[in-house]
Protein backbone atom coordinates (compact mmCIF):
# COMPACT_ATOMS: atom_id res chain seq x y z
CA UNK A 1 0.00 0.00 0.00
CA UNK A 2 1.52 3.17 -1.30
CA UNK A 3 -0.25 5.04 1.86
CA UNK A 4 2.38 3.62 4.02
CA UNK A 5 5.31 5.45 2.41
CA UNK A 6 7.03 9.40 2.72
CA UNK A 7 8.62 8.49 -0.37
CA UNK A 8 8.69 5.78 -3.32
CA UNK A 9 11.89 5.20 -5.28
CA UNK A 10 11.78 4.26 -9.21
CA UNK A 11 14.87 1.90 -9.69
CA UNK A 12 16.93 0.48 -6.78
CA UNK A 13 20.45 1.73 -8.37
CA UNK A 14 23.01 3.55 -6.89
CA UNK A 15 20.92 6.70 -7.18
CA UNK A 16 17.73 5.36 -5.73
CA UNK A 17 19.95 3.25 -3.19
CA UNK A 18 21.40 6.45 -2.09
CA UNK A 19 18.50 8.54 -1.90
CA UNK A 20 16.44 5.73 -0.15
CA UNK A 21 19.08 5.15 2.88
CA UNK A 22 19.25 9.07 2.99
CA UNK A 23 15.90 9.45 3.91
CA UNK A 24 15.56 6.47 6.00
CA UNK A 25 18.48 7.01 8.11
CA UNK A 26 18.65 10.82 8.28
CA UNK A 27 15.41 11.70 7.73
CA UNK A 28 13.39 8.54 9.59
CA UNK A 29 10.94 8.55 6.35
CA UNK A 30 9.92 5.69 4.86
CA UNK A 31 10.72 4.57 1.79
CA UNK A 32 9.45 2.20 -0.75
CA UNK A 33 12.05 1.38 -3.70
CA UNK A 34 10.44 -0.82 -6.68
CA UNK A 35 12.62 -2.40 -9.17
CA UNK A 36 11.83 -3.77 -12.34
CA UNK A 37 14.22 -6.07 -12.23
CA UNK A 38 14.57 -8.97 -9.45
CA UNK A 39 17.65 -7.93 -7.98
CA UNK A 40 18.91 -4.89 -6.15
CA UNK A 41 22.06 -2.53 -7.49
CA UNK A 42 20.75 -1.76 -10.98
CA UNK A 43 23.68 -2.04 -13.26
CA UNK A 44 26.08 -2.39 -11.20
CA UNK A 45 24.73 -5.39 -9.55
CA UNK A 46 26.93 -8.71 -9.07
CA UNK A 47 26.67 -12.15 -8.43
CA UNK A 48 28.91 -14.99 -7.44
CA UNK A 49 28.93 -17.55 -10.34
CA UNK A 50 27.89 -20.71 -9.63
CA UNK A 51 30.18 -23.20 -10.88
CA UNK A 52 33.11 -21.59 -9.74
CA UNK A 53 32.48 -19.07 -7.00
CA UNK A 54 33.72 -15.84 -9.30
CA UNK A 55 32.02 -12.98 -8.59
CA UNK A 56 30.74 -11.82 -12.27
CA UNK A 57 29.42 -7.92 -12.71
CA UNK A 58 26.36 -9.20 -14.72
CA UNK A 59 26.02 -5.98 -16.73
CA UNK A 60 29.61 -5.39 -17.37
CA UNK A 61 32.72 -4.21 -15.50
CA UNK A 62 32.04 -2.13 -12.89
CA UNK A 63 35.49 -0.22 -11.42
CA UNK A 64 35.18 2.09 -8.36
CA UNK A 65 36.83 5.09 -8.54
CA UNK A 66 36.39 8.88 -7.58
CA UNK A 67 38.23 11.93 -7.10
CA UNK A 68 35.51 12.67 -4.05
CA UNK A 69 36.70 12.19 -0.96
CA UNK A 70 32.61 12.95 0.11
CA UNK A 71 31.39 9.88 -2.17
CA UNK A 72 34.29 7.65 -1.12
CA UNK A 73 33.80 8.32 2.97
CA UNK A 74 30.00 7.90 2.17
CA UNK A 75 30.16 4.33 0.49
CA UNK A 76 33.00 3.39 2.75
CA UNK A 77 30.16 3.23 5.34
CA UNK A 78 28.76 0.44 3.32
CA UNK A 79 31.95 -1.55 2.44
CA UNK A 80 35.70 -1.69 2.65
CA UNK A 81 37.45 -1.84 -0.32
CA UNK A 82 40.61 -3.83 -2.06
CA UNK A 83 43.46 -2.18 -3.53
CA UNK A 84 42.64 -3.03 -6.82
CA UNK A 85 44.12 -0.75 -9.62
CA UNK A 86 42.46 -0.85 -13.08
CA UNK A 87 44.78 -1.59 -15.72
CA UNK A 88 43.70 -2.06 -19.29
CA UNK A 89 45.79 -4.17 -22.53
CA UNK A 90 44.59 -3.33 -26.04
CA UNK A 91 44.78 -6.09 -28.87
CA UNK A 92 45.93 -4.62 -32.22
CA UNK A 93 47.26 -6.42 -35.04
CA UNK A 94 47.53 -9.11 -32.82
CA UNK A 95 50.14 -7.20 -30.55
CA UNK A 96 49.33 -5.73 -27.21
CA UNK A 97 49.55 -2.29 -26.17
CA UNK A 98 48.74 -0.97 -23.10
CA UNK A 99 45.90 1.26 -22.11
CA UNK A 100 45.14 4.41 -21.88
CA UNK A 101 47.82 5.59 -23.90
CA UNK A 102 50.65 6.74 -22.59
CA UNK A 103 55.04 6.84 -23.05
CA UNK A 104 54.78 2.97 -23.29
CA UNK A 105 51.74 2.50 -25.83
CA UNK A 106 54.10 5.27 -28.06
CA UNK A 107 57.17 4.08 -28.18
CA UNK A 108 55.82 0.34 -28.34
CA UNK A 109 54.18 1.98 -31.82
CA UNK A 110 56.35 4.22 -32.91
CA UNK A 111 58.86 1.39 -32.43
CA UNK A 112 61.83 3.24 -30.83
CA UNK A 113 62.31 4.92 -27.26
CA UNK A 114 60.98 8.27 -26.96
CA UNK A 115 61.95 10.66 -24.11
CA UNK A 116 58.67 12.31 -22.89
CA UNK A 117 59.19 15.68 -24.15
CA UNK A 118 60.30 13.58 -28.04
CA UNK A 119 56.71 12.07 -27.48
CA UNK A 120 55.20 15.52 -27.08
CA UNK A 121 56.40 16.99 -29.83
CA UNK A 122 55.83 14.13 -31.99
CA UNK A 123 51.90 14.29 -31.44
CA UNK A 124 51.96 18.28 -31.35
CA UNK A 125 53.24 17.44 -34.74
CA UNK A 126 50.91 15.27 -36.05
CA UNK A 127 47.91 17.14 -34.03
CA UNK A 128 49.10 19.94 -36.46
CA UNK A 129 46.94 18.82 -38.89
CA UNK A 130 43.99 20.42 -37.21
CA UNK A 131 45.55 24.21 -37.98
CA UNK A 132 44.69 25.16 -34.60
CA UNK A 133 41.14 24.89 -34.87
CA UNK A 134 39.02 23.80 -31.71
CA UNK A 135 37.61 20.41 -31.86
CA UNK A 136 34.20 20.11 -32.13
CA UNK A 137 33.79 16.43 -32.00
CA UNK A 138 35.19 13.12 -30.86
CA UNK A 139 37.66 12.74 -33.76
CA UNK A 140 39.23 16.04 -33.79
CA UNK A 141 39.25 15.90 -30.15
CA UNK A 142 41.08 12.78 -30.69
CA UNK A 143 43.73 13.59 -33.31
CA UNK A 144 44.22 17.03 -31.06
CA UNK A 145 45.35 14.30 -28.04
CA UNK A 146 47.51 11.74 -29.75
CA UNK A 147 47.55 12.64 -33.42
CA UNK A 148 46.09 10.45 -36.48
CA UNK A 149 48.69 7.62 -36.43
CA UNK A 150 47.82 6.26 -32.72
CA UNK A 151 44.26 7.46 -33.30
CA UNK A 152 43.57 5.35 -36.30
CA UNK A 153 45.11 2.08 -34.67
CA UNK A 154 43.28 2.61 -31.22
CA UNK A 155 40.26 4.64 -30.72
CA UNK A 156 38.87 4.53 -34.50
CA UNK A 157 37.71 0.79 -34.52
CA UNK A 158 37.29 0.58 -31.27
CA UNK A 159 34.74 3.30 -31.22
CA UNK A 160 33.01 2.42 -34.53
CA UNK A 161 32.10 -0.96 -32.96
CA UNK A 162 31.50 0.74 -29.71
CA UNK A 163 29.22 3.28 -30.51
CA UNK A 164 28.32 2.78 -34.58
CA UNK A 165 27.80 6.33 -35.07
CA UNK A 166 30.41 8.55 -36.99
CA UNK A 167 33.05 9.49 -34.33
CA UNK A 168 32.36 12.61 -36.18
CA UNK A 169 29.32 13.03 -34.83
CA UNK A 170 29.81 11.91 -30.68
CA UNK A 171 30.77 14.26 -28.60
CA UNK A 172 34.13 14.54 -27.78
CA UNK A 173 33.56 14.37 -23.79
CA UNK A 174 33.49 10.79 -24.45
CA UNK A 175 37.24 10.40 -25.32
CA UNK A 176 38.12 13.23 -22.66
CA UNK A 177 37.11 10.51 -19.95
CA UNK A 178 40.82 8.26 -21.48
CA UNK A 179 43.99 10.19 -19.96
CA UNK A 180 46.75 10.42 -22.28
CA UNK A 181 50.09 9.75 -20.56
CA UNK A 182 53.56 11.02 -21.66
CA UNK A 183 54.98 8.96 -18.30
CA UNK A 184 55.13 4.98 -18.44
CA UNK A 185 51.86 5.27 -15.82
CA UNK A 186 49.43 3.02 -17.41
CA UNK A 187 47.17 3.12 -14.34
CA UNK A 188 43.44 3.64 -16.21
CA UNK A 189 42.34 5.96 -13.91
CA UNK A 190 43.78 8.75 -12.27
CA UNK A 191 41.17 9.41 -9.48
CA UNK A 192 43.25 9.12 -5.66
CA UNK A 193 40.42 7.20 -4.54
CA UNK A 194 40.18 3.51 -6.14
CA UNK A 195 39.26 -0.13 -5.00
CA UNK A 196 36.67 -2.95 -5.39
CA UNK A 197 34.29 -3.77 -2.77
CA UNK A 198 35.56 -6.47 -0.35
CA UNK A 199 32.18 -8.18 -0.53
CA UNK A 200 31.58 -7.69 -3.93
CA UNK A 201 28.94 -4.87 -5.45
CA UNK A 202 25.75 -6.63 -4.29
CA UNK A 203 26.30 -6.07 -0.34
CA UNK A 204 27.20 -2.76 -0.63
CA UNK A 205 23.53 -2.01 -1.40
CA UNK A 206 22.15 -4.98 1.07
CA UNK A 207 23.84 -2.73 3.57
CA UNK A 208 22.15 0.57 2.30
CA UNK A 209 19.00 -0.69 2.37
CA UNK A 210 19.40 -2.39 5.80
CA UNK A 211 16.62 -0.32 7.58
CA UNK A 212 13.36 -1.47 8.38
CA UNK A 213 11.93 2.03 7.33
CA UNK A 214 12.97 0.94 3.94
CA UNK A 215 10.82 -1.84 1.56
CA UNK A 216 12.04 -3.22 -1.57
CA UNK A 217 9.66 -4.08 -4.07
CA UNK A 218 11.54 -6.40 -6.92
CA UNK A 219 10.28 -7.41 -10.55
CA UNK A 220 7.67 -4.76 -10.70
CA UNK A 221 7.31 -1.99 -13.09
CA UNK A 222 6.54 1.31 -12.28
CA UNK A 223 4.30 1.70 -14.86
CA UNK A 224 2.10 -1.26 -13.97
CA UNK A 225 1.77 0.36 -10.47
CA UNK A 226 2.18 4.16 -10.70
CA UNK A 227 -1.80 4.98 -11.11
CA UNK A 228 -2.49 2.94 -7.60
CA UNK A 229 0.18 5.62 -6.73
CA UNK A 230 -1.54 8.88 -4.21
CA UNK A 231 -0.28 11.66 -6.22
CA UNK A 232 1.07 13.51 -3.61
CA UNK A 233 3.51 11.44 -2.79
CA UNK A 234 7.19 12.30 -3.50
CA UNK A 235 8.50 10.04 -6.49
CA UNK A 236 11.91 9.81 -7.13
CA UNK A 237 12.64 8.15 -10.34
CA UNK A 238 15.76 6.97 -12.10
CA UNK A 239 14.24 5.10 -15.31
CA UNK A 240 14.57 6.32 -18.78
CA UNK A 241 13.36 10.04 -19.22
CA UNK A 242 11.54 9.28 -22.61
CA UNK A 243 9.76 6.33 -21.47
CA UNK A 244 8.42 8.28 -18.51
CA UNK A 245 6.74 10.80 -20.56
CA UNK A 246 5.89 8.36 -23.00
CA UNK A 247 8.44 9.08 -26.20
CA UNK A 248 6.20 12.21 -26.44
CA UNK A 249 9.15 14.13 -27.53
CA UNK A 250 11.00 11.65 -29.44
CA UNK A 251 13.13 8.85 -28.40
CA UNK A 252 16.49 9.30 -26.89
CA UNK A 253 19.28 6.93 -28.44
CA UNK A 254 21.17 4.34 -26.23
CA UNK A 255 23.41 1.81 -26.84
CA UNK A 256 23.34 -1.74 -25.48
CA UNK A 257 25.95 -4.47 -24.82
CA UNK A 258 25.07 -8.25 -25.40
CA UNK A 259 27.08 -9.95 -22.84
CA UNK A 260 28.41 -13.09 -24.05
CA UNK A 261 29.54 -15.39 -21.11
CA UNK A 262 31.63 -18.62 -20.53
CA UNK A 263 33.23 -20.57 -17.97
CA UNK A 264 36.60 -22.17 -19.22
CA UNK A 265 38.57 -24.84 -18.59
CA UNK A 266 41.65 -23.00 -17.87
CA UNK A 267 43.03 -21.14 -14.62
CA UNK A 268 43.65 -18.08 -16.80
CA UNK A 269 43.00 -17.06 -19.81
CA UNK A 270 43.88 -13.79 -20.88
CA UNK A 271 46.45 -12.41 -18.06
CA UNK A 272 44.49 -9.70 -17.40
CA UNK A 273 41.02 -8.14 -16.00
CA UNK A 274 40.16 -6.08 -19.18
CA UNK A 275 40.96 -6.70 -22.84
CA UNK A 276 40.09 -4.47 -25.84
CA UNK A 277 39.94 -5.35 -29.23
CA UNK A 278 40.55 -2.62 -31.31
CA UNK A 279 40.72 -3.88 -34.84
CA UNK A 280 37.44 -3.43 -36.58
CA UNK A 281 36.76 -7.23 -37.64
CA UNK A 282 36.88 -8.51 -34.41
CA UNK A 283 33.06 -8.40 -33.58
CA UNK A 284 33.72 -7.53 -29.52
CA UNK A 285 34.87 -4.69 -28.38
CA UNK A 286 36.52 -6.42 -25.05
CA UNK A 287 36.73 -9.67 -23.40
CA UNK A 288 36.77 -9.12 -19.34
CA UNK A 289 37.86 -11.84 -16.97
CA UNK A 290 36.80 -11.54 -13.78
CA UNK A 291 38.95 -13.53 -11.76
CA UNK A 292 41.54 -10.78 -12.07
CA UNK A 293 39.02 -8.14 -10.36
CA UNK A 294 39.90 -9.98 -7.18
CA UNK A 295 43.14 -11.64 -7.10
CA UNK A 296 43.10 -11.93 -2.89
CA UNK A 297 40.45 -14.25 -3.33
CA UNK A 298 40.72 -18.00 -3.11
CA UNK A 299 39.64 -18.96 -6.33
CA UNK A 300 39.21 -22.32 -8.65
CA UNK A 301 43.11 -22.78 -10.39
CA UNK A 302 41.51 -24.88 -13.17
CA UNK A 303 38.80 -22.89 -14.35
CA UNK A 304 37.83 -19.08 -15.18
CA UNK A 305 34.69 -16.90 -16.34
CA UNK A 306 35.10 -14.88 -19.12
CA UNK A 307 32.55 -12.10 -20.60
CA UNK A 308 32.88 -11.02 -24.30
CA UNK A 309 30.69 -7.66 -24.93
CA UNK A 310 28.91 -6.71 -28.18
CA UNK A 311 27.88 -3.35 -28.83
CA UNK A 312 25.32 -2.02 -30.37
CA UNK A 313 21.89 0.04 -30.57
CA UNK A 314 19.33 -0.46 -28.15
CA UNK A 315 15.59 -0.67 -28.87
CA UNK A 316 13.04 -0.13 -26.51
CA UNK A 317 12.74 -4.00 -25.54
CA UNK A 318 16.61 -3.45 -24.53
CA UNK A 319 18.58 -2.29 -21.39
CA UNK A 320 19.75 1.21 -22.37
CA UNK A 321 23.56 1.12 -20.86
CA UNK A 322 25.23 4.36 -22.75
CA UNK A 323 23.37 7.53 -23.93
CA UNK A 324 24.25 7.86 -27.65
CA UNK A 325 23.99 12.55 -26.90
CA UNK A 326 24.18 13.75 -30.50
CA UNK A 327 23.69 16.92 -30.53
CA UNK A 328 20.05 15.49 -31.67
CA UNK A 329 19.74 13.87 -28.88
CA UNK A 330 20.75 16.87 -26.43
CA UNK A 331 17.98 18.30 -28.12
CA UNK A 332 15.38 16.31 -27.20
CA UNK A 333 16.83 15.45 -24.05
CA UNK A 334 16.13 19.06 -22.90
CA UNK A 335 12.67 19.21 -24.20
CA UNK A 336 11.76 16.29 -21.77
CA UNK A 337 14.13 18.81 -19.00
CA UNK A 338 11.33 21.00 -19.27
CA UNK A 339 8.50 18.37 -19.53
CA UNK A 340 10.23 17.41 -15.86
CA UNK A 341 10.24 20.71 -14.80
CA UNK A 342 6.36 20.80 -14.99
CA UNK A 343 6.38 17.15 -13.40
CA UNK A 344 5.50 18.50 -9.49
CA UNK A 345 6.10 15.62 -7.13
CA UNK A 346 8.47 13.97 -9.33
CA UNK A 347 11.93 13.92 -9.01
CA UNK A 348 14.16 12.48 -12.05
CA UNK A 349 18.02 11.41 -11.11
CA UNK A 350 20.69 9.09 -12.35
CA UNK A 351 22.05 8.04 -15.47
CA UNK A 352 18.65 7.32 -17.50
CA UNK A 353 16.82 9.69 -15.62
CA UNK A 354 19.06 12.64 -16.46
CA UNK A 355 20.26 11.11 -20.07
CA UNK A 356 23.95 11.67 -18.76
CA UNK A 357 27.02 9.03 -18.97
CA UNK A 358 27.25 8.66 -15.16
CA UNK A 359 29.84 6.35 -13.07
CA UNK A 360 28.98 5.15 -9.75
CA UNK A 361 30.78 7.70 -8.00
CA UNK A 362 29.09 10.55 -9.98
CA UNK A 363 25.30 8.84 -9.76
CA UNK A 364 26.12 9.04 -5.54
CA UNK A 365 27.49 12.30 -5.69
CA UNK A 366 23.88 13.23 -7.75
CA UNK A 367 21.92 11.96 -5.81
CA UNK A 368 23.22 13.31 -2.16
CA UNK A 369 22.90 16.63 -4.18
CA UNK A 370 19.50 15.90 -5.24
CA UNK A 371 18.75 14.30 -1.34
CA UNK A 372 19.40 17.64 0.16
CA UNK A 373 18.33 20.48 -2.05
CA UNK A 374 15.31 18.24 -3.42
CA UNK A 375 13.95 15.31 -1.88
CA UNK A 376 14.92 16.70 1.73
CA UNK A 377 13.22 19.51 1.53
CA UNK A 378 10.26 18.08 0.01
CA UNK A 379 9.67 15.58 2.28
CA UNK A 380 10.55 18.21 5.47
CA UNK A 381 8.25 20.56 3.91
CA UNK A 382 4.84 17.47 3.81
CA UNK A 383 6.10 16.65 7.46
CA UNK A 384 5.28 20.42 7.77
CA UNK A 385 1.74 20.46 6.00
CA UNK A 386 0.47 17.45 7.36
P1 LIG B 1 20.99 2.14 -12.69
O1 LIG B 1 22.05 1.40 -11.97
O2 LIG B 1 20.79 1.87 -14.12
O3 LIG B 1 19.62 1.88 -11.91
C1 LIG B 1 18.37 2.22 -12.44
C2 LIG B 1 17.37 1.18 -12.02
O4 LIG B 1 16.06 1.61 -12.39
C3 LIG B 1 17.58 -0.17 -12.70
O5 LIG B 1 17.77 -1.18 -11.73
C4 LIG B 1 16.30 -0.38 -13.50
O6 LIG B 1 15.89 -1.73 -13.54
C5 LIG B 1 15.31 0.48 -12.75
N1 LIG B 1 14.18 0.88 -13.58
C6 LIG B 1 14.21 1.51 -14.78
N2 LIG B 1 12.97 1.69 -15.24
C7 LIG B 1 12.12 1.18 -14.31
C8 LIG B 1 10.70 1.07 -14.22
N3 LIG B 1 9.89 1.49 -15.19
N4 LIG B 1 10.18 0.49 -13.12
C9 LIG B 1 10.98 0.02 -12.13
N5 LIG B 1 12.32 0.12 -12.17
C10 LIG B 1 12.89 0.68 -13.25
N6 LIG B 1 30.56 3.18 -13.43
C11 LIG B 1 31.75 3.25 -12.79
O7 LIG B 1 31.91 4.06 -11.88
N7 LIG B 1 32.78 2.43 -13.15
C12 LIG B 1 32.67 1.50 -14.15
O8 LIG B 1 33.63 0.78 -14.43
C13 LIG B 1 31.42 1.41 -14.83
N8 LIG B 1 31.26 0.53 -15.84
C14 LIG B 1 30.05 0.44 -16.46
C15 LIG B 1 29.89 -0.51 -17.46
C16 LIG B 1 28.66 -0.66 -18.09
C17 LIG B 1 28.51 -1.68 -19.18
C18 LIG B 1 27.57 0.17 -17.70
C19 LIG B 1 26.24 0.02 -18.36
C20 LIG B 1 27.75 1.11 -16.72
C21 LIG B 1 28.97 1.27 -16.08
N9 LIG B 1 29.17 2.18 -15.06
C22 LIG B 1 30.38 2.27 -14.42
C23 LIG B 1 28.10 3.11 -14.66
C24 LIG B 1 27.23 2.63 -13.52
O9 LIG B 1 26.56 1.46 -13.88
C25 LIG B 1 26.25 3.76 -13.21
O10 LIG B 1 26.95 4.89 -12.76
C26 LIG B 1 25.21 3.43 -12.16
O11 LIG B 1 24.60 2.20 -12.42
C27 LIG B 1 24.19 4.53 -12.15
O12 LIG B 1 23.23 4.25 -11.16
P2 LIG B 1 21.73 4.67 -11.39
O13 LIG B 1 21.05 4.39 -10.11
O14 LIG B 1 21.66 6.02 -11.95
O15 LIG B 1 21.18 3.72 -12.56
N1 LIG C 1 38.09 4.04 -26.38
C1 LIG C 1 38.74 3.60 -27.49
N2 LIG C 1 39.62 2.56 -27.40
C2 LIG C 1 39.86 1.92 -26.23
C3 LIG C 1 39.18 2.38 -25.09
C4 LIG C 1 38.29 3.43 -25.19
O1 LIG C 1 38.52 4.13 -28.57
O2 LIG C 1 40.67 0.98 -26.19
C5 LIG C 1 37.15 5.17 -26.52
C6 LIG C 1 35.74 4.71 -26.87
O3 LIG C 1 35.13 5.68 -27.68
C7 LIG C 1 35.10 4.68 -25.50
C8 LIG C 1 35.71 5.89 -24.83
O4 LIG C 1 37.06 5.89 -25.30
O5 LIG C 1 33.71 4.78 -25.59
C9 LIG C 1 35.66 5.88 -23.32
O6 LIG C 1 36.29 4.72 -22.82
P1 LIG C 1 35.82 4.03 -21.48
O7 LIG C 1 36.67 2.87 -21.21
O8 LIG C 1 35.68 5.09 -20.47
O9 LIG C 1 34.38 3.59 -21.97
P2 LIG C 1 33.33 2.59 -21.38
O10 LIG C 1 33.98 1.28 -21.30
O11 LIG C 1 32.91 3.14 -20.06
O12 LIG C 1 32.31 2.66 -22.44
Not at 32 to 54: K, M, P, V
Not at 245 to 274: H, M, N, S
Request: hydrophobic share 35%; proline share 5%.
Amino acid sequence: NFHDYDLIIVGAGFFGATVAERAANQLGKRVLIIDRRSHIGGNAYSENDRQTGIEVHKYGAHLFHTPNRTVWDYLSRFTRFTDYRHRVFTSYRNQVFAMPINLGTICQFFGRQFSPDEARALIAAQAAELEGRVPRNLEEKAISLIGRPLYEAFIRGYTAKQWQTDPRDLPESIITRLPVRYNFDNRYFNDPYEGLPVDGYTAIFKRMLDNPLIDVQLATDYFAVRQAIPSDKTVVYTGPIDRYFDYRAGELKWRTIDFQEEVLPVGDFQGTAVMNYADEDVPYTRILEFRHFNPERDYPADRTVIVREYSRFATRADEPYYPVDTLEDRRTYLAYRKLAEEETGVIFGGRLGTYRYLDMHQAIGAALKSFETEVSPRLIGAERAA
